[in-house]
């Protein structure tokens, strides 16, 4: 089959053989497939997140950075078959988006990032049939692509256990913190601070639901603003992994506040101990979505509660895949670009 691969840390493009499915698992076409920056990251830092994972135990352990694999975790297809034993839970030729974990057959490989199950940046994926969700007749193949990012956001909202009263600060205006703004709305929270250096993601910050969008190089987030009368942030979401913003937020947190941690760093945090108790912090680590959350998350798209369209740029090949990724840290780059390996 075709498709864009990382090997070596570079991106090529090519023939890698198809997958052939096996018991439990479904062979599915790939339709569309959105960009995350994680792909990105391990063009540069994946020897470092393997490593992270043989040391501390993790799903990307049993990657070699040498051998290639095909990318790509956000993504719909159509089901073409299924292994010999399969339940066959879902008609062929019916639209499927899952979480992005293969457990079928006694491993545990995330999708896209593993040898045996590749993702969304080529023609062919091995989906595990137990995670699949049927996608609504009424939802494109673009918008649908957006479910797995969607609810990694309303995950991490949940996980603050967000209550009337709260205050949330959403750091980080990406993909995940645009979920978690569209979840803290979609919960009736508010009134929602956001904070992100570029103009744009503001824009689409407040479309999504923000109340407050403010560049935190101008103005800090974590004080009284206009429109709070006189209330602070109490419940910050960080969704942007790098070091040193633990220690910033709880520099900066109110007594009483509570973090949720959304951003992957790969380095060591330094903090105070002291300052987090003096305040009481509370810190809770959030990680990938769960089946309830791609539920809502396909629900509140297809019924029109949460509109990713905004999200949405450009349909590309799987030969503009590296020239996209290159671009994706840069102050113009769309939330997301979508793969569509059969152009």
């Known amino acids: 089959m075709r498709a864009a691969f990382i090997e070596n840390g570079q991106v090529r493009v090519g023939d890698v053989a198809a997958p052939v499915p096996g018991k439990g698992q479904a062979l599915v076409r790939t339709h569309s497939c959105g960009m995350c920056a994680s792909e990105a990251h391990f063009l540069h830092a994946g020897q470092n997140v393997i490593d992270l994972s043989r040391r501390f135990g993790g799903p990307y352990a049993a990657l070699d950075f040498a051998r290639p694999f095909v990318p790509g975790h956000e993504y719909v297809g159509e089901v073409l078959d299924y292994g010999p034993g399969s339940q066959r839970t879902i008609r062929t030729g019916r639209r499927v988006t899952s979480v992005p974990i293969m457990r079928a057959g006694g491993g545990h490989s995330v999708i896209g990032f593993s040898h045996e199950c590749p993702g969304g940046f080529g023609e062919l994926m091995l989906l595990d049939e137990a995670m699949l969700i049927e996608v609504s007749d009424g939802l494109d193949d673009d918008r649908a692509a957006m479910i797995e990012p969607l609810a990694v956001g309303l995950e991490h909202a949940r996980r603050g256990r967000p209550e009337a009263g709260d205050v949330p600060l959403v750091l980080g205006c990406g993909a995940i913190g645009l979920g978690v703004i569209a979840g803290l709305r979609m919960a009736g929270i508010g009134p929602i601070v956001a904070a992100d250096f570029h103009a744009g993601r503001r824009e689409i910050a407040l479309a999504m639901g923000a ?133």
């Open 211 to 343: 109340d407050i969008a403010v560049d935190p190089r101008e103005t800090s987030p974590y004080g009284p603003l206009p429109g709070l009368n006189g209330r602070r942030a109490n419940l910050v979401y960080e969704n942007v992994g790098q070091k040193g913003m633990l220690a910033r937020i709880i520099a900066d947190a109110p007594f009483d506040g509570r973090i949720v941690m959304g951003g992957y760093c790969m380095e060591e945090e330094a903090l105070f101990v002291f300052a987090a108790q003096n305040k009481r912090l509370n810190v809770q680590f959030a990680g990938g979505e769960e089946p309830q959350d791609m539920d809502l998350a396909m629900r509140a798209i297809a019924d029109g509660r949460i509109d990713v369209s905004l999200w949405l740029a450009e349909r590309i090949g799987v030969d503009g895949v590296a020239d996209a990724m290159a671009a994706m840290s840069g102050p113009a780059a769309p939330v997301r670009t979508v793969v569509d390996p059969r152009r």
